[in-house]
C-alpha cells in the first residue's frame, strides 16, 4: 500500500488564478512539520501540483534537508509566470532528484476535451516540460481530478507511465492510475498523520467504487 500526499502552495495565496485556489495553500511551518512526518513513513510519497514558485523556493530546501524525493506536477502555460515554476527552476528540481510530471497547459479539466484542445493538454505540453527542464516527462496528474474512460484511453494512447488522481485511498504499488490524498488548509499536523498511518475502511472503499465508476463511464 502506497499512500501519496499532494501538497500545492505553500505560504500565502497571494491572488488566486482560480476560484478556491486559497484553499489548497498550507502555511510553511505546518509543511516542514508534515515533512517530518512522512520522512518517518517509508510508505509515503510526495507529489506537488500546480507548478508553484514555492516548490522551488519552500519544498526543495525542505526535501533536500531531509533526503526526500517528489514528483512535482508543473504546468506548461504558466512557465513565464513569475508566482510559477520557470524553466530553470525545473531544472533545478531535476539536478536535485526530483522527478518532472504534466499537469497540463492550462490547468482546465481534462474531460471531454476536444482533439486540438487534448493534444495541446496531453502532448504539446508534456513535450514543452520536457525540453524545460532537459528530461522526458513521463508522468501526469489529472487537473481538478475529473476524468473517464475516454481520457484515460488518451492518456494510455500518449504512452504516459503512471497517471496521479484526488481519489483520496491508497494505491497499489506498480498500478497505472494511482489516488492521492490533497492536503489543504483545513488539514493539521494530526489530520495528514491519521492519513499516513489509517489502516483502509469504509470510507477508502467508498472512494475506491467512485474511481472505479468513473473509469468505465
Known amino acids: 500500500m502506497i499512500i501519496h500526499l499532494c501538497f500545492h502552495g505553500i505560504g500565502t495565496c497571494e491572488r488566486e488564478r482560480e476560484p478556491g485556489e486559497a484553499r489548497y495553500w498550507i502555511t510553511e511551518p505546518t509543511f516542514h512539520r508534515l515533512l ?6 517509508p510508505h509515503v510519497r510526495l507529489s506537488f501540483d500546480d507548478g508553484n514558485a514555492s516548490d522551488a523556493a519552500v519544498a526543495l530546501p525542505a526535501l533536500r534537508e531531509r533526503g526526500l524525493r517528489a514528483t ?29 510530471g504534466s499537469h497540463g497547459w492550462a490547468h482546465v479539466p481534462w474531460r471531454g476535451l476536444s482533439p486540438a484542445d487534448a493534444r495541446r493538454e496531453l502532448i504539446d505540453a ?10 522526458p516527462v513521463t508522468e501526469a496528474a489529472l487537473p481538478l481530478g475529473r476524468y473517464d474512460r475516454r481520457l484515460l484511453g488518451r492518456l494510455r494512447g500518449a504512452g504516459y507511465d503512471a497517471v496521479y488522481t484526488s481519489d483520496r485511498f491508497p494505491a497499489r504499488p506498480g498500478s497505472w492510475l494511482q489516488a492521492r490524498y490533497s492536503v489543504t488548509a483545513a488539514d493539521t499536523v494530526a489530520s495528514v498523520r491519521s492519513v499516513m498511518t489509517h489502516r483502509p475502511g469504509p470510507r477508502d472503499v467508498r472512494n475506491a467504487v467512485v474511481s472505479t465508476i468513473k473509469r468505465w463511464r
Open 126 to 135: 508534456r513535450e514543452a516540460l520536457a525540453a524545460a527542464s532537459g528530461a
Open 72 to 100: 512535482f506536477f508543473a504546468l506548461a502555460g504558466r512557465l513565464d509566470d513569475p508566482v510559477s515554476l520557470s524553466a530553470a527552476e525545473l531544472e533545478e528540481l531535476r539536478a536535485a532528484g526530483m522527478t518532472i
Open 36 to 41: 517530518d512526518e512522512a520522512a518517518a513513513h
